[in-house]
């Protein structure tokens, strides 16, 4: 793809008001997200983020091959309906521009979230989604992002919830992926109404659920990017001369 998606530019220019406009609990999480964006280095990915398949099972990465190649990362990609994955009841809100936000861990979340979290997180790749909602032309971020720890290795799946189980019947998940490791991830509150809000309605396996969901095509996105270019691109920081760098 060569033709510039400009989606981290005008997300960001969204995040600047709804940080002056929303609730106390969520305007610190829209001004650090929009902070996050201005610092970004982007890359422009096919349909979905799509660059392996997702249909086998996810290679078990080493802690440091998660690491971004640039300490704020913004990876661009169209998300057509036609060829999207539905999961009833989970993904049914159209959103065809998506952003995965992702950067290196650095202790700067606002206290507000640092006090829901109630532990400092280590080293390790937050990744952020932020999508377009086509019914009401916002670009919005999802309610939590995620943490993933450079230092933990990966563990045997727990119980199937219900997201799990209707993505096995609708084809988006296989059941060999539904039985393989997995990195295991903190949510961090980027808005906590809304995180109290799910919470309070669909209960503790409702909400991880719900975050599992709504993040689950950002960090696959990112999973991707980072299995495609483990090994591959130096990690001097320069990353020009490979291409793919809007910005």
Known sequence: MTQQLNFTKKARQQFKGYAKTASRLSAPGFAYLERKLGAARTFMLPDHGELLDRSRVRSEMLGEQLRPPFPITALEYRSPARSGRYVRGFTEVPCSRRIALVWDHADDFPPIIETILQRPLGRGVCIASICYF????MWLPIFAAAHFSYDEGWVEPAVATPFIVQSVLAGATTPEQVGAKRPSFTPIPLLPDALF???KVKGVVGLSDAIMADLQDEVNAYFDFA?????????????????GING
């Open 227 to 243: 299995e495609t270019i483990a090994g591959v691109v130096p990690r001097d920081r320069d990353l020009r001369k490979h291409g």
């Open 197 to 199: 809000g799910i919470g």
């Open 134 to 137: 086509d019914t009401s032309r």
